[in-house]
């Protein structure tokens, strides 16, 4: 079974409303067993595919995980990106910038951790915290100091404007340079992550995960709402589209998110590097000289 992934694709900019967007899976009792065996097919086949792409070592993708706290991209990194290659996949998570990245523009940190060639890079939050929590906390702007922006006041709508646009220019250059870019917005409802923060106070083991500071934003949610819809509106794009992933169902966020990743990597068509006509017949002298050797291994035969 084959999802249609265009159907949490953003299209339209005009009627676009995350309140009318569903916040968790639609699907039937005995739909949900068949879906939920797709989980375990789609990460064997995003696993088949990061070793081609690795081997290929000509292109790479980025995948970038957006939403409210407790909206499961971590889980959803452990449960997609299981049975990848480590060495092919990074993740880098991107917490308040530090005196450093302050001294540089606000996308030079996320330039340094874009993939290589052959891998897979996943950004938990990223660039888009400098037009969401900075955008409902403008204070964090004039930290950046900015020339021109030393009050709240001088951070218009054209400020945010022209971020988008740079934002639209830098994911442009990454697509232009061989990086396929895959944004999604785990999509979780107010009440799902009341239950999500009230499991994390009342379960010790999930002690470590709680922050005071997530119920302080929490406080803000109506805010961070209309500041995604504006992200999302502006910087939707034919190269870098964005993808509206249901969160509260965590299972189905899992599956959505494999399908839609192994379903790009298909896409993308990584191969394995061809060898010249030198190298294959060093690669025949090389077998016939190992089989001579007393090594008891059973050898396939790999050239036709």
Avoid at 112 to 120: A, D, N, S, T
Avoid at 255 to 276: H, V
Avoid at 294 to 299: G, M, Q
Wanted: net charge positive; proline share 3%.
């Amino acid at each position: 079974m084959i999802m249609n992934i265009d159907n949490y694709k953003v299209k339209s900019k005009n009627d676009f409303k995350l309140s009318k967007l569903e916040t968790s899976s639609t699907f039937k009792q005995p739909e949900k067993k068949e879906l939920k065996k797709m989980l375990l097919n789609d990460t064997e086949k995003i696993a088949a595919l990061q070793y081609k792409l690795n081997a290929e070592n000509r292109q790479a993708l980025l995948i970038i995980l957006q939403g409210m706290d407790s909206s499961g991209k971590d889980s959803s990194i452990k449960h997609i990106m299981s049975g990848v290659n480590p060495q092919g996949v990074l993740v880098h998570s991107f917490k308040h910038p530090s005196d450093l990245e302050l001294d540089h523009d606000y996308l030079w940190r996320h330039y340094l951790k874009l993939p290589e060639r052959g891998q897979i890079a996943i950004f938990n939050r990223s660039h888009y915290e400098n037009v969401l929590i900075s955008k409902v906390h403008p204070k964090l702007v004039l930290a950046e100091r900015i020339p021109g922006i030393d009050s709240i006041e001088k951070i218009t709508k054209n400020f945010w404007v022209k971020r988008y646009n740079q934002i639209n220019h830098f994911e442009k250059s990454i697509a232009e340079s061989g990086k396929r870019i895959l944004k999604f917005f785990l999509h979780l409802s107010k009440q799902e992550q009341c239950k999500r923060f009230l499991e994390r106070i009342e379960n010790k083991e999930k002690h470590w995960k709680f922050s005071s500071s997530d119920i302080i934003e929490r406080d803000y949610w109506d805010d961070y709402q209309k500041a995604y819809e504006k992200a999302i509106i502006n910087t939707n794009t034919k190269t870098a589209p964005w993808y509206i992933i249901p969160a509260d169902d965590k299972w189905f966020t899992h599956l959505l998110i494999g399908n839609i990743i192994s379903q790009e990597l298909k896409k993308m068509n990584p191969t394995f590097p061809s060898i010249d006509k030198e190298e294959e017949e060093f690669m025949l002298q090389a077998s016939e000289k190992l089989k001579k050797e007393s090594c008891n291994v059973k050898i396939k035969k790999a050239l036709a």
